[in-house]
C-alpha cells in the first residue's frame, strides 16, 4: 500500500529551503536594507525589469530588496509565537500527565474545549484586549497555539507512559516528575521537535495573517503580511508587489510544515516492518471430529445422486490468475461443477484457494491479470475481460458468502435494505416490493423477528446471525453456484454448525451447488461430495469426498489427511507436520510444485510438471507417482517435523 | 460432532437500552461549558486591557467628563461581579451594548453583516465537503491496489502544498488570476452569486487539499473491505458500489474532520472578507479591533465562538444519527 515517495528529494529540498530561510533572516537586511529603504519618487510603481526584479513600491522602493530585507523580522515574529505556544504547550501537556487526576480532568476538559476555536479567533481575542500591534499579534497567535499543542504533548506522554520501561521505573518508586523528566520527555522530544517545526510554520503564517489584516505590525515597519496587504490594494497597478510577499509567505511556510512532515514520515516509516511479514510459512492445523460419524454422513451424501448427463454449472479450464510482480496465485486451473453438487476446495494458506474462488466469481479487481480458455456459467460462454456485460447473470445466479461476517455486511446500511438492493438492481422492483422478500428470506434463513432484524444495522446482529444474513442475501437472487469462502471460520463452534446447516438446507431444497473453500478436513468431510486440493496455485487433486480417507493417491492430499490429528492423537506427542515450506508463489520451480518436500520425488518430478489426469473413476490427479493402494493413510505416513 | 438439530441460539437482546439520552445529555453540557468560557471571555476583553480602554477607544484628545460618561454607560464604574451578572443579562436579552466609534447598537451591526458571512461559510464548507470528497474518493479509486502510483505521488505532493498554503495567499492569487489577469469575476463588494465564488474558493482550496486526504486514506481503507467486496459480489454500478457503499462509510471521518474544519473555515472568512472587501462579521470586527471599539469586537468573537460551538453539536449529533456505531463507541 505505501508507495513510496522520494522522500530523500523531499526531505533534501525542506533542508535547502530552511537553509535560505535561517540566511535570509541573518542577513537579509544587511545586504538588501539599505535598497530597501531607499525612496525614489519618479520611479513609483515600476514595473519589474532587470534592475527591480519585482518593480518598486508607491514610493519607488525596490519590492524585491523590501521582502528580502523583512525576512528577519518576519521570522523572529514567528520564532518568538512559536516558542510561546510550543513552550506553554509542552507545560501544560506535561503538567497534566504529573499532576494528580483531578487536576488532570479539570485541565483536559479546559483543552478539549479551547480546541474547539479556531486559533485565530483566539488570536484576534488577544489582539483585542493588547490592542493592533506586532504584541497583540505573537501573543495572541502563540496563545492559539497552546492548546493543540498542550493536547499533543498529553497524547504522546500517555502513549509513553504506558510502555514498559516507564512502567517498571514506577515500580521502582520513582516519582511523576522524575518519570517524566528522565523516561518520558526524552522519548517523545523528537516528534515534538518535528510538530514545533511545524508549529514555526504556522505561526509565520498566521502572524502575517494579522499583519496583511493591520492588526500585526504597523507601518512604517513593515513583515511579508504588511508587504501583501499593500500589494493588494494595488494589485491592479503593479501586480508583482502582491505577488513578491505572496511568495516568501509561502515558501517559507511550506519549508517549515513539510520539513516537520518529511522527516515524521521518515519516523513512522521505520517502525512499519514490525506490522508486516508475517510470511507464507503459515502451517495447516486442522482438526476432525469423531471418523465414525464422519463416514457415516460421507456415505449419505453419496446417495444424493447427480445424473451426469445435466450440464455443469460451471465449467473453468485453463484458468490463469497472475499478479504484478511475476506471482502467480493461481495455474491452469480446470474445474466443473454440476447443479446442486457440494463441492470443497482445501489447501494450505497460501494456496491460491481465495483467490481462486474470487476468480470463479469473476470478483478479482484489475490489479490481477485473470485469463482462461474456457469459461461457462450456467450455460453461458463467458469471455476474459467480459465480465461486465453479464453483470445481471452473476449478480443474480452466483452468490458468494465470505470469510468474515462482522464484515461482510455494510455496517452504515439496514441490514434489510442491504438485502433488497438485489432485486432492486436487478429485477427493477420496488423498494417496498424488495424489503418484503428481503425479510422472507431472512426469516427462511432462521433469523427470528426478521421484520425487527431487517430495520436493524449489522452491528446488532451476532456473527452467527450475520453470516445466515449473507446466505440470506445470496438467497435474494436465484442462485445456481454459492461460493462460500471459509464462511465458518470467523464463528465458534457451536455457530459454525447451524451455518454449515443451513448451507446444506438451502443446497437441498433450492438445489444451489455450493462450492466450499475451507482448510477444515472435518467440514470438507461432512459437507462435501467431492473434494479438490489446491497446492501452490494448481488443482493437483479432485476426489470424492468418500474416497479422501482411503484413496487419496497425491502425496500432498495424504501428508494433510495425515497431518490432521484425531481425537485419539496423543497429546504428548507433537503434532504431525508436512516438512518443508510451499514454495513461493513468484519464483516456481519449472516440475512439480511439491516435489521439494515429497519424498517420492525424483528427476521426473523437478523437470516435469504433471498434469492432471484420471487415475480411478472420478478421481484425478496431478502425479507422476500417484499412490494407488487403497489402505486407510496412517497418521504417521509423515514423520514430524518440530517446525 | 456437534449434534447439528440444535436450534439457533445466537441471538442477541433485540432491546437495548437507547444510547441516546446519554449522549445528548453529554453533549449539551459540553456545549453549556463552553458557552461559559466563550462570554466569560469576552466579557474579559474589555477588562483586561492594559490601561484605561475608554480612553483607549476614544483618544487622549477626548474631554474627561466625556469618558467618564462612557465608562458609565458601558457600566465599568460599578463592582467587576455587578458587571459580569450585568452582561450575562445582557447577552441572554441580546443586547450587545453600542458602539463606541458609531454608536450604532451592536445587535444592529451584526444583525446587517451576519447573513454575508453565514452564506459564505456555509457555501465555503459545502464546497470543501463536496470538493475533498470528490478528490479524495477519485484518487482513491484510481489509484486502488498499486495502480497508477504516479497519480498517487503527484497527488500526495501537491496535496501536503495545497494544504499548507494560506486562504489569504489564495485570495490574493485568485484575484491576480481571474480579475487582473482575465478580468472574469468580480473582486470585491457583495452582489450576489458571482462575488461568492472567488471568496468561498479561496477560504475552501486548503481545506479541499486537506480533508482530501483524509478522505482518500479512508475509501482506501474502506475499498478493502468484505463488504464492497459483496457488493461487488452483487453486481452493483460503479455509481452505487462508491456512492451507496462505500460512501457512507467514509462519510463519518469526512464529517468529523469537516465539523472540525468548520472553525477554521468561520476564521478564514474573518480575513477573507478583507482580502475582497465583503461586508461581514469578518470585516467588522478587524476595523473595530483597529478602531478600539471594544463593544463590537467582543460581541463579534462572541458570536463567532457561539457559533462554532452550536456548530459542532449539529455536527456530532448529525454524525451519531449517520453512523449509530459512534454513538456505542462514545459511550
Known amino acids: ?643 | 460432532m456437534v449434534a447439528l438439530t440444535a436450534p439457533p441460539t445466537d441471538s442477541v437482546a433485540v432491546r437495548r437500552r437507547s444510547p441516546w439520552p446519554a449522549f445528548i445529555a453529554r453533549r449539551l453540557f459540553r456545549l453549556l461549558l463552553g458557552i461559559v468560557v466563550v462570554v466569560t471571555l469576552a466579557f474579559l476583553v474589555i477588562h483586561l486591557v492594559p490601561g484605561d480602554p475608554v480612553r483607549l477607544a476614544l483618544g487622549p484628545t477626548a474631554p474627561v467628563s466625556q469618558v467618564n460618561e462612557k465608562r458609565a454607560e458601558l457600566g465599568l464604574d460599578q463592582p467587576l461581579q455587578v458587571q459580569y451578572l450585568h452582561y450575562w443579562q445582557n447577552v441572554l436579552t441580546g443586547d450587545f451594548g453600542t458602539s463606541i466609534v458609531s454608536r450604532q447598537k451592536v445587535s444592529t451591526i451584526i444583525s446587517a453583516r451576519v447573513g454575508n458571512t453565514a452564506t459564505l461559510v456555509a457555501v465555503s464548507l459545502a464546497l470543501t465537503l463536496i470538493g475533498a470528497v470528490v478528490l479524495g474518493m477519485g484518487v482513491a479509486a484510481l489509484s486502488y491496489r498499486g495502480r497508477r502510483r504516479w497519480l498517487l505521488a503527484a497527488y500526495r505532493f501537491v496535496a501536503s502544498t495545497l494544504n499548507v498554503i494560506p486562504e489569504y495567499v489564495y485570495g490574493v492569487a485568485l484575484v491576480y488570476v481571474f480579475a487582473v489577469t482575465f478580468a472574469l469575476l468580480p473582486v470585491a463588494g457583495d452582489d450576489g452569486l458571482s462575488t461568492l465564488i472567488l471568496p468561498s474558493l479561496a477560504i475552501s482550496l486548503g481545506p479541499i487539499a486537506g480533508l482530501s486526504r483524509i478522505v482518500r486514506v479512508q475509501t482506501e481503507e474502506v475499498l478493502g473491505q468484505e463488504y464492497i467486496q459483496a457488493a461487488r459480489s452483487k453486481r452493483l454500478s460503479a455509481l452505487r458500489i462508491y456512492g451507496r457503499h462505500a460512501l457512507p462509510n467514509l462519510l463519518t471521518a469526512a464529517l468529523t474532520i469537516g465539523g472540525l474544519l468548520l472553525g477554521v473555515l468561520v476564521a478564514s472568512t474573518v480575513v477573507v472578507e478583507n482580502v475582497f472587501a465583503r461586508p461581514g462579521l469578518g470585516s467588522t470586527v478587524v476595523t473595530a479591533i483597529v478602531q478600539r471599539d471594544y463593544p463590537v469586537a467582543q460581541s463579534v468573537l462572541l458570536l463567532l465562538g457561539g457559533a462554532v460551538l452550536v456548530v459542532n453539536l449539529v455536527v456530532d449529533v448529525a454524525l451519531s444519527l449517520l453512523d449509530p456505531r459512534s454513538l456505542i463507541k462514545d459511550s
Open chain 1, 1 to 643: 500500500m505505501a508507495v513510496r515517495r522520494p522522500r530523500g528529494a523531499t526531505q533534501l529540498v525542506c533542508v535547502l529551503l530552511l537553509v535560505l530561510i535561517a540566511f535570509l533572516s541573518v542577513f537579509g537586511d544587511p545586504i538588501w536594507g539599505d535598497r530597501a529603504r531607499e525612496i525614489d519618487p519618479g520611479q513609483a510603481f515600476g514595473p519589474a525589469s532587470a534592475e527591480h526584479w519585482w518593480g518598486t513600491d508607491d514610493l519607488g522602493r525596490d519590492v524585491f530588496a523590501r521582502v528580502m530585507a523583512s525576512s528577519q523580522l518576519s521570522i523572529k515574529l514567528a520564532l518568538l509565537a512559536a516558542a510561546i505556544g510550543v513552550g506553554g504547550g509542552v507545560l501544560v501537556g506535561v503538567g497534566q500527565a504529573v499532576l494528580g487526576p483531578f487536576f488532570r480532568r479539570l485541565l483536559s476538559t479546559v483543552i478539549t474545549v479551547s480546541l474547539a476555536f479556531p486559533g485565530l479567533l483566539l488570536a484576534l481575542l488577544v489582539n483585542a484586549v493588547l490592542g493592533a500591534g506586532p504584541r497583540g499579534a505573537v501573543i495572541g497567535v502563540g496563545v492559539a497555539l497552546v492548546p493543540p499543542f498542550a493536547r499533543f504533548t498529553q497524547t504522546l506522554a500517555a502513549s509513553a507512559a504506558a510502555s514498559e520501561y516507564v512502567a517498571a521505573a514506577r515500580v521502582l518508586g520513582v516519582g511523576r516528575l522524575e518519570t517524566m523528566r528522565r523516561h518520558i520527555l526524552p522519548n517523545i522530544a523528537k516528534p515534538l521537535m518535528l510538530t514545533a517545526l511545524m508549529a514555526i510554520g504556522t505561526s509565520l503564517v498566521s502572524i502575517s495573517a494579522l499583519s496583511f489584516l493591520g492588526l500585526g505590525i504597523q507601518p512604517p515597519r513593515y513583515d511579508w503580511g504588511q508587504l501583501l496587504q499593500f500589494g493588494l490594494q494595488n494589485i491592479y497597478v503593479h501586480p508583482m508587489a502582491a505577488i513578491g510577499p505572496t511568495i516568501a509567505i509561502v515558501l517559507a511556510g511550506l519549508a517549515f510544515n513539510l520539513a516537520g512532515e518529511a522527516f515524521a514520515d521518515e519516523r513512522s516509516r521505520s517502525m512499519l516492518p514490525s506490522l508486516a511479514g508475517t510470511g507464507l510459512a503459515e502451517r495447516l492445523v486442522a482438526k476432525v471430529g469423531h471418523p465414525g460419524d464422519v463416514t457415516a454422513q460421507v456415505s449419505h451424501d453419496d446417495t444424493d445422486a447427480i445424473p451426469d448427463s445435466e450440464p455443469a454449472v460451471l465449467r473453468v479450464k485453463g484458468l490463469r490468475v497472475g499478479y504484478p510482480g511475476g506471482v502467480q496465485p493461481v495455474r491452469d486451473v480446470s474445474i466443473e461443477i454440476r447443479p446442486g453438487e457440494r463441492v470443497a476446495l482445501v489447501g494450505e494458506s497460501g494456496s491460491g484457494k481465495s483467490t481462486l474462488a474470487l476468480a470463479l466469481a469473476c470478483l478479482l479487481d484489475g490489479s490481477s491479470a485473470v485469463d482462461w480458455e474456457q469459461f461457462e456459467f450456467d450455460g453461458v460462454d463467458v469471455s476474459p475481460g467480459s465480465e461486465a456485460e453479464h453483470r445481471t447473470l452473476f449478480g443474480t445466479k452466483l452468490a458468494v458468502v465470505f470469510q468474515d461476517p462482522t464484515n461482510s455486511l455494510n455496517p452504515a446500511i439496514r441490514v434489510g435494505r442491504q438485502l433488497a438492493e438485489l432485486r432492486q438492481v436487478h429485477y427493477g422492483v420496488g423498494r417496498r416490493e424488495s424489503l418484503a422478500a428481503a425479510v422472507e428470506r431472512l426469516r427462511d434463513v432462521q433469523i427470528p423477528g426478521p421484520e425487527v432484524r431487517a430495520a436493524q444495522y449489522p452491528h446488532e446482529f451476532s456473527g452467527g446471525m450475520r453470516q445466515r444474513a449473507m446466505i440470506a442475501s445470496g438467497l435474494m437472487g436465484t442462485p445456481r453456484l454459492l461460493v462460500a469462502d471459509e464462511p465458518t471460520t470467523a464463528l465458534d463452534v457451536t455457530v459454525q454448525a447451524h451455518v454449515l446447516q443451513l448451507l446444506k438446507r438451502v443446497n437441498e431444497e433450492t438445489g444451489t451447488a455450493v462450492l466450499l473453500i475451507s482448510h477444515d478436513i472435518s467440514v470438507v468431510l461432512s459437507f462435501c461430495s467431492r473434494v479438490l486440493v489446491m497446492y501452490a496455485g494448481r488443482v493437483v487433486e479432485d476426489i470424492p469426498t468418500a474416497d479422501l480417507l482411503t484413496g487419496a493417491a497425491h502425496p500432498y492430499t495424504r501428508a494433510l489427511i495425515a497431518a490432521v490429528p484425531d481425537i485419539d492423537t496423543m497429546t504428548s506427542k507433537p503434532l504431525a507436520t508436512i516438512p518443508g515450506t510451499p514454495p513461493n508463489l513468484d519464483d516456481l520451480p519449472i516440475g512439480c510444485a511439491f516435489a521439494e518436500r515429497c519424498p517420492l520425488a525424483d528427476e521426473q518430478c523437478r523437470s516435469e510438471d504433471p498434469a492432471l489426469s484420471l487415475v480411478r473413476g472420478t478421481q484425478l490427479v496431478a502425479c507422476h507417482h500417484p499412490q494407488t493402494d487403497r489402505t486407510p493413510i496412517p497418521q504417521t505416513a509423515v514423520p514430524a517435523s518440530a517446525s
